[in-house]
């Protein structure tokens, strides 16, 4: 009889996609991901957290049953099951759509007599970003993180080894999020939401001088909401969308490099994580990385968590459930 392979599991049930992931306890290797977007209507710029959570519900049980069969065709042994309960560490953090994680990760550990491991939504993200980027780090050592997304433009502070990486916010934006700018001006341009990949994909037809929209940075803290004003005036005086989405994805990578400077010099950290996933563009990961590397005598190393995983995945919790196994031991 073969040995049964040690694995932890993640579960994460953001505001956009139901994840299911696997890992080997041993190495951390990806054996298992799924994911579910869910599904938005057209012209319509988000969802609401009962229809999120429906949603989640009506994906679940075929995912949790594909999983099952998974598992036990390979002779996987769950020994871990990793949740994201919240999207934050944060007392007031909460979003119903979680809790369809929490159950099903609660009925799959109880099947598999496991333990549960709860962490949050963001603190997924960081561990998925420095399994993916190349982030060597040292136990202890402190690093600055920019969560990019559709609901969070946090720029933390964090530290290699500890319990959730001990995230510390610095600042965080002052009005829309970054995602929220990127998907009203695509639902502008007439573009599916979420607008990010298709945003990106539109600026790539653009071979000519775009216009420019100024960054907006207020004490390290940015804001979108003057630029997503200068947007909306582009395209009502005609503006080819594809400058449009040049000068937008411009826009976000200046405001981001203006950001990270005041991070850095707030707390004298170099290191830099670019998570969540507005971070998996490339154009603005290619125009920082230039900068960067321009000024890496004053500005430090920039890490970017890989495009697959920097959108809402359930790799991190799944990380973080065997980093429990491993303290454990």
Known sequence: MRERRAV?????????????????????????DERRVLHVGPGERGLMQSAALFQHVQNLPAMLERLQAAIGGAGWDIRAVGVSERPRDLPDSYMPVFQAGVLAARALAAGADAAVLATTHQAGHVAAGIATSGMALAP??????????????????GAAGVRGFGLRPLAEGLDLHV?????????????????????????RDWDGPAPSIPSAVRGGRPSFSGP??????????????????TAVQ?????????????AQE????APVLLVGGVASNQAIRGRLAERFWQRAD?????????????????????LIARESMSANR
Request: with cysteine; proline share 5%.
């Open 298 to 318: 004053e500005m430090g190393p920039l890490y970017f968590c890989a495009p697959r995983f920097a959108s809402d995945s359930a790799f991190g919790v799944a």
């Open 266 to 269: 707030k707390t004298g950290v």
């Open 179 to 203: 995602g929220q700018f990127v998907d009203r001006v695509g639902v502008r341009l007439g573009l599916p939401f979420p607008s990010g990949p298709h945003l990106e994909r539109l600026a």
């Open 250 to 262: 411009r826009n976000i990578a200046a405001t981001v490099e203006k950001v990270i400077r005041s």
């Open 228 to 245: 997503l004003s200068a947007a909306f005036r582009m395209i009502d005086r005609g503006v080819p969308a594809a400058a449009v989405a």
């Open 8 to 32: 932890a599991v993640g579960v994460d049930t953001s505001n956009y996609t139901t994840s299911l992931c696997v890992v080997d306890a041993a190495h951390g290797e990806l054996l298992h």
């Open 140 to 157: 202890g050592e402190a690093f600055i993180v920019l969560h990019l997304s559709g609901g969070t433009t946090d720029v933390l502070q």
